[in-house]
């Protein structure tokens, strides 16, 4: 099975609500990934996730709050964001490795709208 | 720090066209290049990965070429179709599992 899952597929929300992103992966892989996409242009790095540890956090705001509560799973929760943070967010698992690059799988993405 | 570029942004052929989309990265530590291919409000689809002792790699209709020493990669389509239509993202794999990608080409085939 090479496949990451994501859910749900789209989700709209309004500014005041709490709200998670769930990804899922079945590959043995213990490094996982949390990106955010906006329109016409390429992934941005949010998260990293090495051993269920988060090891890199790229200057993310406090409003979004990352999660690994098991080698398989990823989860992003979600609280008072902004319009400006509508956008596709990716996630990707791989083999952990610190001194070279074993490759990404990515999931389908989530659409996330935020009126 | 790492740089991938990609030329053009975007690129317009009638359908049956053979085409090169390019890619450029500033940092030669690479230990691949990836090509992604993207529909519309989709995730990303791997189409090829080359590892950075390879020269190249071939899928059905796509030819993916990498030359470390220059800083570039490649990615022939071959007989384009409408279905070719998308965004294609070139990544490069830097240790720790960095992926940095292009600002991507978006492609359309005209029937």
Known sequence: DTEVTQTPKHLVMGMTNKKSLKCEQHMGHRAMYWYKQKAKKPPELMFVYSYEKLSINESVPSRFSPECPNSSLLNLHLHALQPEDSALYLCASSQPDYLTYNEQFFGPGTRLTVL | ?111
Do not use: H
Request: with cysteine; proline share 5%; net charge neutral.
């Open chain 2, 1 to 111: 720090k790492q740089e991938v570029t990609q030329i053009p942004a975007a690129l317009s052929v009638p359908e049956g066209e053979n085409l090169v989309l390019n890619c450029s990265f500033t940092d030669s530590a690479i230990y691949n290049l990836q090509w992604f291919r993207q529909d519309p409000g989709k995730g990303l689809t791997s189409l090829l990965l080359i590892q950075s002792s390879q020269r190249e790699q071939t899928s059905g209709r796509l030819n993916a070429s990498l030359d470390k020493s220059s800083g570039r990669s490649t990615l022939y389509i071959a007989a384009s179709q409408p279905g070719d239509s998308a965004t294609y993202l070139c990544a490069g794999g830097y240790a720790g599992n960095m992926l940095t990608f292009g600002g991507g080409t978006r492609l359309m085939v005209k029937p």
